[in-house]
């Protein structure tokens, strides 16, 4: 017994003398490994005093210590604070580094297995920050996208703005709030005027479909608002806002962070908008731009409880629109007006359970409910009496439900071959009131979904998903994708996709029907649900220098839709729309897009080119696409003499949009046409002024600088790809000025 001590003694303590130190680098966020981080080793005594040895950090972020005795380390990775510091070579050590806003290195969630650097998810995730959000003095989600690339707004100045992303519309991009569903869609569209800034720290988008982990209405890509993080609240904070515009537009805000013995953190936080209306031409009534007046409420409480991560919140939004008709004949002494409210309220627990370090549950559930009520007056302008009407198609209200459950399980360790993500999403919902089809319907959409990341070697990530849904209304299809993320070079990173997508139609959809003085719109309870087959690709470069990053990225993307809903035209003669299946619809094109990031100055150049497909080229020899042009600038400079000053610029040029339609002429034959939609320019320009170590911030500014408040379309068509009724679509109430004052005291 004696011999064999001594022997693992003699053999034994030489190799652990000997046993070379490493030094792990790991992300201060994430606690993940950065690969490949350089680390520079220049040993400062013994025998090696002087020598230099550079190493990249492996998939595990490990590097080995050269040297034994104390060295100076030098450590850098694109995207993080530098790290310099003294070891000892008999050591080993972990150093945590600090992602930088300065060079983008931002943490995202949206479809990660657990929160990822923007850099390493295998998604092209964009991301607006605070600052962008900030600068561009952007009051609702309208504002913010106006100007972005890829990305067209409609208006209708009753129902709201609606969004297409890479020329999918709307009804087919998922909007959520801290991965929470926003409902009460509109002719397919969500209102982005409705979704207010005024909480919001970033806002994550990914382009493309995302069916397998979001489900229904992910077809063309999700935008997920993330708020401000009410986990870590100083003792007490007071923030606000107030704003207006020359338009008549005067909003404010004010809510207020605070802790209570360190272990509850909360935010409260209230919101009131005004917006007088807006005509070219003042009739001092009937408004083309509606006046509206919205209110917003928002509660959050979050906590940990051992190692689980608890958030409640509770969202609230009202607003009223005032349609006044114009004077009626003969005496011109009354008028009809219609009255739109609108309510919507989302309650939801979130709970992050982190099982072990690598092993994580996220739960969400969600109640949503939304009103939509209409109500028609006639007025008398001479004793400003009014009653409401007696015709029963003029009153209305409509109640949505939606209560969701979603589960993932993550398993997400950098060290092993392969990450996991299962889940189940349960989406239940309802629909009540005169206008829908038997007063009531209702609608469930369960699935389970499973994602792989298969990680080869360490420049390779391979991200298999899969998605099984049962839908109480339609059979849906096994949908399927695959994502690649491959790590070219050391600046130059490949991504490519491929994914199926499915769409059941919504309830408002199938069964709702809206009639008014400026709608006539039925729904169609025989429509078919959408299916789709989407590529996508998109090469990255980026360039550290010293205290800038230079990115440079192409993306290019095909969507094939079959049995697209659409919004149409019926009956030309009494103006009636219906929801359609249009059939095949397909949309191509890429971008090409450069940003310069540095402490004070920031520039992004960007060019796009879209096509959307002609669906009459099958019956007519005409292109199968028409293609329309897009460019973007955006830049912000902080001026050297005065720090606390910042300028910024937004500019987007969108370009004409031709289109193949069917017109009716004089003899009422049906005639082949070539319309299109004019071009446009939009660009805003702000000045931010902050002080008292930005506690106080004021803006001043104009939007709109080219007075675009309405662009034309060449011909009325019948029939065609997004067939429009009107030949003048609005865009903008034209030029404004704004100032802004917000605080944030602590």
Known sequence: MIRKILFLLLIGLPAIAFAEQTITILDKTTDKPLSPATVHITAIDGANKGKVSVHKSDKKGIVKIPFTGKSRIYI?????????????????????????????????????FTPQSMQNSVYPVQIINEERIVTQAASNLRDLLQTQM??????????????????????????????????????????LSQINMNNIQK???????????????????????????????????????????????????????????????????GARNFFGGYSEVDTSRHKEWKPKIQYQGDFKYATEIGNVKLRVSSRYFNEYILNRGPRLPYYYENALDDEYRTNRLSNSIFA??????????????????????????????????????????????????????????????????????????????????????????????????????????EELQIQPGVRFIYNTDYEAPIIPSINLKYNLFDNFTLRASYAKGFRAPSLRELYYIFVDINHNILGNANLKAETSDSWNASIDYRHTFENSLLTTTFK???????????????????????????????????????????????????????????????????????????????????????????????????????????????????????????????????????????????????????????????????????????????????????????????
């Open 76 to 112: 850098r990775y694109v995207g993080y604070e530098h790290i310099i510091d003294t070891i000892d070579g008999n050591k080993n050590y972990t150093f945590k580094m600090q992602p930088t806003s300065i060079l983008f290195q931002e943490i995202v969630t949206t479809g990660q």
């Open 150 to 191: 890829n990305m067209k707004i409609s208006q209708d100045n009753i129902l709201g703005s609606g969004l297409s992303i890479n020329g999918i519309s709307g009804s087919n991009v998922k909007i959520m709030v801290d991965g929470v569903p926003i409902i009460g869609r509109l002719q397919g569209n969500i209102d």
């Open 203 to 269: 806002v994550e988008i990914i382009e493309g479909p995302m069916s397998t982990i979001y489900g229904t209405d992910a077809l063309g890509g999700v935008i997920n608002l993330i708020s401000k993080n009410t986990e870590s609240c100083p003792r007490f904070e007071l923030f606000g806002n107030t704003y207006y515009e020359s338009v008549y537009l005067v909003n404010f805000d004010i809510g207020t962070r605070f802790n209570v013995y360190n272990d509850h953190n909360f935010t409260i936080s």
């Open 352 to 457: 992050n359970w982190k099982i072990s370090k690598y092993n994580v549950l996220d739960v969400l559930t969600d109640y949503s409910y939304y009103q939509r009520r209409k109500n028609t007056y006639f007025m008398d302008l001479t004793t400003l009496d009014r009653k409401m009407t007696q015709n029963e198609g003029d009153q209305d209200t409509n109640i949505f439900d939606n209560y969701l459950i979603r589960a993932n399980y993550s398993w997400d360790n950098p060290y092993n071959l392969i990450s996991a993500m299962a889940g189940i999403e349960l989406n239940y919902e309802t629909a009540e009131g005169r206008r829908i089809e038997d007063t009531r319907q209702e609608v469930g959409d369960y699935a389970t979904y499973l994602n792989l990341n298969y990680r080869p070697f």
């Open 556 to 746: 290019t993307f095909y969507n094939d839709i079959r049995n697209l809903v659409d919004f149409a035209i019926v009956n030309a003669t009494d103006g009636l729309y219906s929801y359609i299946n249009v059939g095949k619809n397909k949309t191509i094109g890429g971008d090409i897009s450069s940003n310069y990031y540095s402490k004070d100055f920031s520039i992004n150049l960007g060019f796009a080119y879209i096509g959307w497909y002609n669906n009459l080229t099958e019956s007519s020899n005409t292109p199968e696409f028409t293609f329309s042009p897009e460019l973007q600038t955006n830049f912000t400079y902080r001026l050297p003499f005065a720090k606390m000053v910042q300028i910024a610029a937004y500019y987007k040029f969108t370009g004409k949009l031709p289109r193949y339609g069917i017109t009716i002429d004089e003899a009422n034959n049906e005639v082949l046409v070539l319309y299109e939609t004019s071009s446009y320019n939009m660009l805003d320009l702000t000045a931010t002024i902050s002080v008292w170590e930005n506690k106080i911030t004021w803006q001043v500014g104009a939007k709109n600088l080219f007075d675009i408040s309405k662009i034309q379309q060449s011909q009325q068509v019948v029939q065609g790809a997004h067939v429009s009724g009107a030949t003048n679509m609005p865009i903008g109430w034209g030029r404004t000025y704004f100032t802004s004052i917000k605080f944030q005291i602590n």
